[in-house]
Structure formats: structure tokens, C-alpha cells
């Protein structure tokens, strides 16, 4: 059976308020989905009559050598679908990418769990907006450039700029590849349901491929966009079995669909809790050679396990501040009340925590660098506050600001003059991003024809 193409997109993420306390289940994460977007387009590759393929093959066409070609094949066992990848670089290195082909193991999985589908042939597309990468050699954010710039570089030479691509791709891929092979009476995207499948799958196979599991807040506003998140028990995964062992594919199916043995999951998403009054904005500063420092989440929560009662208090007020943030920011949404300075006083309260934190965790969550920099732009008109957003560190800040240009323009001239204070640091550029609502959707696929490659028969 030939299917349609289809193609989806999810957004990427800024995490506001709530880095490593949102890891515990006691506390929640304030994350808003952005407007950038990674986009995925399946079709099918067109096949010579008699010719057999079982081949999926995948392309990032934005970077060099982004290729990856996989076998699939129905394991015994109801192990489910192994993926696998078909050919090598001409080094003969396995340039892997182990999002992609362990997305497609978990969803080619899940789907050969509840129907009995032909998995035919099928061509993936990966196009990301441009604001996830800063690359040197990429011109800067005009008007003119393209909906999704050629980045000139491989993948792993790109410059991140910290907005969840990994997330967002899994997401995508998951979405997108259900979409392909189900029928609409067994996935339909707009539906709550399939939402919670598409969510439940992206969380497992996205843990699954970064080998650890986080508190998941960049899969859950893939999926749903903006949100108060409060994350599932890491225990939920831990009761399925290993992909490519027996019974896999049907203990997916259980973890994914929350049947018995698995159970719910007691994920936390609200949305409506979630709000920017009108006429505000966040605006995401990306610090170009900001370095990142290895292993900041296992030091905080070494500190915080050898120092329980002092680190529940500073949690618990920190928690308190970032509530306050969502709380006022909620209100004013709804009121339509302008109260800038209790806003304001939100953002004081949380750095605070946040600089008690790291200075007890001996961890540069807020580091110096960062301190001046964040109170450089609150001193300037239209700036309403600014964090470390995330894990924090030297490579991002995040600021809530009025959304006129005179702000942004004011913000560009302190970034233009704002000297290197360390080589820790770099140039701060502003990121073309918006907060947005909207979380995993289907899109058409017209209008990405002309960066689609031609499939391969
Ligand atoms: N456009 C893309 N095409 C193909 N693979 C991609 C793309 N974007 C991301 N990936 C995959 O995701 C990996 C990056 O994931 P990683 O978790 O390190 O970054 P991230 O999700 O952007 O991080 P952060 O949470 O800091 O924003 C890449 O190594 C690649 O495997
Ligand atoms: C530190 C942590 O709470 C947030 C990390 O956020 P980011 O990847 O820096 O955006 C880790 C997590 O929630 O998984």
C-alpha cells in the first residue's frame, strides 16, 4: 500500500523557571514552547516493480553529509522492529545519529504492536527553523535569507543555540511516522489521545537515545506546547523491557497506552497556567562562544543529596519564586493589569535563589559573567526581568521584556558594545524567537517542496 506523504512540525523550548528543581516531582517547570520549529516530511520512495526494498532512509539537508539509511526488520519474539543502519561514510565510519534511528526503532515498534501494517519503503525529511544553530559562516538574521538556511557545516559542528532540537526531533519524527502508517481511526494528531501516545512514545525513545532520564519538560512542550510541567516517576521506564529483547514490542504498547501492568503516567501538563500578557515578550540571547560546563546537573544533585535540609530550603523558596512568576504573569494575562513592578520583583526573587544555588552548589548556574550581563539589560527601558534559562551557564540568558522595537533595538546597542568579559563568554545575539502556544501539529507539506531532495527509487 502506498501511502500519502505527510509532513509535522514541533517547537522548540525555553525553560524559564524551575532548571533541576523540576527533576523532582515535588516541584514544577514554567516552559514555553517557541516558534521555532523542527519539521518533519515522510513519502514514499518509489519503488521498481519486482524490487523489495525495506528501507527508510532519512536527510537533514540543511548540513553536510546528514544522510542516514536504515533497514527494518520484524524481530521473533515480539521484539518488535529492529532499525538499522545501512551504510557507511566513504571512511567507513557509521555516521550515526542515534535520535533518529532510535525514534524510528521505538515508533515502527509501537506500530507493529497494534495492527499488522506493511511498513513500506519511505523518505524522511528533516528541516529545522533557522534560529536553532548559529554557525560563524552564517549571515545574519535579514529578512532576505531562507526559511531553512543551508548551515554549511556537519551537524556535530553546528552551534547549538540551546532551544531542544533533540526534543523537538524525536517528537516530529514520532508524530510524523504514526501519522504515515496508521490509519486516521487508530492515530489522528488532533486528537487528546494520540497527543498522550505521541507523547508517551517521544519520552521513551528520546530518553532512550541520550541514555539518561531527565525530567522530560522539552519532550512534554514538544508535544503540548507552553506549559506548567510537573514530570512522570523515572520508574514508569524502567518497568519496560530493552528494545530488541522478547516481549518488547507489547511492553511498549503497555508503557505507551498506559494499560496494566504499566499503568498512568503521572506526568502533570497544564496549559492554561501557562500565559505572556499582551504586549510582552520573551526574547532569547544566545552568547556565542558561552561555554558549557560538563556534568552541572549530577554536581548540583550530589550537593543537594549531601546537604537535604539546606537544599529543601533553598528549593522550596526558589519553588515559591517561580510560582510567584507564573502566577503574576497568568494574572496579568487575564486582568489585563499592568503590574510591572511585581513582574519585576518575580525575576529579583528567582536570581536570588538561583545565585544561592549555585553558590552553594559551587556549580556556575548564574555565573558572574551572566550576573552582569542580565543586570546590564534589566537597566534598560522595556526590560522587565531576566534569567539563566534551563540549566543555566555561561551560553544563554533569557529576558521578558515589552514587546516594542525601540526594547529590542535599545538591547542590540548594549549587545553591539558589550565588551568579552572572559573566556568563558562571547558575542550575545539576539534570537529571532517568539514564545508560542502550539505544540506538535500537522502541516502541509506543499509548502516545503522546494527543499525537499528527490526520492530515490
Ligand atoms: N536538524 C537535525 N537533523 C538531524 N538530527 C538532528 C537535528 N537537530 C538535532 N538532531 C539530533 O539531536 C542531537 C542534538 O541533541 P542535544 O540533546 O545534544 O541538543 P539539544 O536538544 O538541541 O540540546 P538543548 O537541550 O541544549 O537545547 C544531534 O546530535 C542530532 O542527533
Ligand atoms: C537542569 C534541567 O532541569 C534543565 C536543563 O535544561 P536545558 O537543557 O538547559 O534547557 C535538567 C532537566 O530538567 O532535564
Same mark, same amino acid.
Given at each position: 500500500?502506498?501511502?500519502?506523504?505527510?509532513?509535522?512540525? #514541533?517547537?522548540?523550548?525555553?525553560?524559564?523557571?524551575?532548571?533541576?528543581?523540576?527533576?523532582?516531582?515535588?516541584?514544577? !517547570?514554567?516552559?514555553?514552547?517557541?516558534?521555532?520549529?523542527?519539521?518533519?516530511?515522510?513519502?514514499?520512495?518509489?519503488?521498481?516493480?519486482?524490487?523489495?526494498?525495506?528501507?527508510?532512509?532519512?536527510?537533514?539537508?540543511?548540513?553536510?553529509?546528514?544522510?542516514?539509511?536504515?533497514?527494518?526488520?520484524?524481530?521473533?519474539?515480539?521484539?518488535?522492529?529492529?532499525?538499522?543502519?545501512?551504510?557507511?561514510? #566513504?571512511?567507513?565510519?557509521?555516521?550515526?545519529?542515534?535520535?533518529?534511528?532510535?525514534?524510528?526503532?521505538?515508533?515502527?515498534?509501537?506500530?507493529? !504492536?497494534?495492527?499488522?501494517?506493511?511498513?513500506?519503503?519511505?523518505s524522511?525529511?528533516?528541516?529545522?527553523?533557522?534560529?536553532?544553530?548559529s554557525?560563524?559562516?552564517?549571515?545574519?538574521?535579514?529578512?532576505?535569507?531562507?526559511?531553512?538556511? &543551508?548551515?554549511?557545516?556537519?551537524?556535530?559542528? #553546528?552551534?547549538?543555540?540551546?532551544?531542544?532540537?533533540?526534543?523537538? +526531533?524525536?517528537?516530529?519524527?514520532?508524530?510524523?511516522?504514526?501519522?504515515?502508517?496508521?490509519?486516521?481511526?487508530?492515530? &489522528?494528531? &488532533?486528537?487528546?489521545?494520540?497527543?498522550?501516545?505521541?507523547?508517551?512514545?517521544?519520552?521513551?525513545?528520546?530518553?532512550?537515545?541520550?541514555?539518561?532520564?531527565?525530567?522530560?519538560?522539552?519532550?512534554?512542550?514538544?508535544?503540548?506546547?507552553?506549559?506548567?510541567?510537573?514530570?512522570?516517576?523515572?520508574?514508569?521506564l524502567?518497568?519496560?523491557?530493552?528494545?530488541?529483547?522478547?516481549?518488547?514490542?507489547?511492553? +511498549?504498547?503497555? +508503557?505507551?497506552?498506559?494499560?496494566?501492568?504499566?499503568?498512568?503516567?503521572?506526568?502533570?501538563?497544564?496549559?492554561?497556567?501557562?500565559?505572556?500578557?499582551?504586549?510582552?515578550?520573551? +526574547?532569547?540571547?544566545?552568547?556565542?562562544?558561552?561555554?558549557?560546563?560538563?556534568?552541572?546537573?549530577?554536581?548540583?544533585?550530589?550537593?543537594?543529596? =549531601?546537604?537535604?535540609? =539546606?537544599?529543601?530550603?533553598?528549593?522550596?523558596?526558589?519553588?515559591?519564586?517561580?510560582?510567584?512568576? !507564573?502566577?503574576?504573569?497568568?494574572?496579568?494575562?487575564?486582568?489585563?493589569?499592568?503590574?510591572?513592578?511585581?513582574l519585576?520583583s518575580?525575576f529579583?526573587?528567582?536570581r536570588?535563589?538561583?545565585?544561592?544555588?549555585?553558590?552553594?552548589?559551587?556549580?556556575?548556574?548564574?555565573?558572574? =559573567?551572566?550576573?552582569?550581563?542580565?543586570?546590564?539589560?534589566? !537597566?534598560?527601558?522595556?526590560?522587565?526581568?531576566?534569567?539563566?534559562?534551563?540549566?543555566?551557564?555561561?551560553?544563554?540568558?533569557?529576558?521578558?521584556?515589552?514587546?516594542?522595537?525601540e526594547?529590542?533595538?535599545a538591547?542590540?546597542?548594549?549587545? &553591539?558594545?558589550?565588551?568579552?568579559?572572559?573566556?568563558?563568554?562571547?558575542?550575545?545575539?539576539?534570537?529571532g524567537?517568539?514564545?508560542?502556544?502550539?505544540?506538535?501539529?500537522?502541516?502541509?507539506?506543499?509548502?516545503?517542496?522546494?527543499?525537499?531532495?528527490p526520492?530515490?527509487?
Amino acid at each position: 500500500m502506498v501511502h500519502n506523504a505527510v509532513a509535522v512540525s #514541533a517547537p522548540g523550548k525555553v525553560l524559564l523557571a524551575g532548571g533541576y528543581l523540576c527533576l523532582d516531582r515535588t516541584y514544577t !517547570a514554567l516552559v514555553f514552547g517557541l516558534d521555532a520549529r523542527i519539521h518533519v516530511v515522510v513519502r514514499p520512495i518509489p519503488t521498481r516493480r519486482g524490487v523489495e526494498l525495506s528501507e527508510i532512509e532519512v536527510t537533514s539537508p540543511q548540513f553536510q553529509e546528514a544522510a542516514w539509511n536504515y533497514g527494518y526488520r520484524l524481530g521473533g519474539s515480539g521484539s518488535g522492529m529492529s532499525v538499522t543502519q545501512l551504510r557507511m561514510d #566513504a571512511d567507513l565510519h557509521v555516521n550515526r545519529n542515534v535520535f533518529i534511528e532510535t525514534t524510528l526503532g521505538y515508533a515502527l515498534s509501537y506500530i507493529s !504492536a497494534i495492527t499488522s501494517p506493511t511498513i513500506t519503503p519511505a523518505s524522511i525529511t528533516i528541516l529545522a527553523d533557522n534560529d536553532y544553530y548559529s554557525t560563524p559562516a552564517a549571515p545574519a538574521a535579514t529578512s532576505t535569507q531562507p526559511r531553512f538556511r &543551508d548551515f554549511g557545516v556537519k551537524l556535530r559542528k #553546528a552551534h547549538k543555540t540551546g532551544l531542544g532540537s533533540s526534543a523537538a +526531533l524525536v517528537t516530529a519524527i514520532t508524530a510524523a511516522v504514526l501519522s504515515y502508517y496508521l490509519p486516521s481511526k487508530l492515530f &489522528d494528531l &488532533d486528537s487528546d489521545r494520540s497527543k498522550r501516545i505521541i507523547h508517551n512514545l517521544a519520552q521513551a525513545a528520546h530518553c532512550a537515545a541520550q541514555g539518561k532520564v531527565g525530567s522530560g519538560f522539552d519532550v512534554a512542550s514538544a508535544v503540548y506546547g507552553s506549559c506548567l510541567y510537573r514530570r512522570f516517576s523515572p520508574t514508569i521506564l524502567s518497568k519496560s523491557a530493552d528494545p530488541g529483547t522478547s516481549g518488547f514490542s507489547k511492553s +511498549l504498547r503497555e +508503557l505507551v497506552e498506559e494499560l496494566p501492568p504499566h499503568g498512568q503516567w503521572n506526568t502533570e501538563i497544564h496549559r492554561d497556567a501557562v500565559k505572556v500578557p499582551k504586549g510582552l515578550r520573551l +526574547l532569547m540571547c544566545d552568547v556565542s562562544g558561552g561555554s558549557e560546563t560538563p556534568g552541572m546537573v549530577k554536581k548540583v544533585l550530589a550537593w543537594r543529596q =549531601e546537604n537535604p535540609a =539546606e537544599a529543601n530550603e533553598i528549593w522550596s523558596d526558589l519553588h515559591a519564586a517561580n510560582d510567584s512568576l !507564573a502566577k503574576e504573569l497568568r494574572a496579568m494575562a487575564e486582568a489585563q493589569d499592568f503590574g510591572l513592578e511585581r513582574l519585576r520583583s518575580c525575576f529579583t526573587r528567582i536570581r536570588r535563589g538561583i545565585k544561592i544555588m549555585s553558590e552553594k552548589s559551587g556549580v556556575p548556574i548564574e555565573p558572574a =559573567e551572566q550576573t552582569e550581563l542580565i543586570n546590564a539589560c534589566e !537597566a534598560v527601558p522595556g526590560v522587565i526581568g531576566g534569567v539563566v534559562p534551563g540549566a543555566g551557564g555561561y551560553d544563554a540568558i533569557s529576558l521578558l521584556i515589552e514587546d516594542r522595537e525601540e526594547t529590542v533595538a535599545a538591547l542590540q546597542k548594549l549587545f &553591539d558594545g558589550w565588551n568579552v568579559k572572559s573566556e568563558h563568554s562571547g558575542k550575545v545575539s539576539i534570537l529571532g524567537v517568539r514564545q508560542d502556544m502550539q505544540g506538535v501539529r500537522v502541516e502541509q507539506v506543499d509548502q516545503y517542496q522546494e527543499w525537499l531532495p528527490p526520492t530515490s527509487p
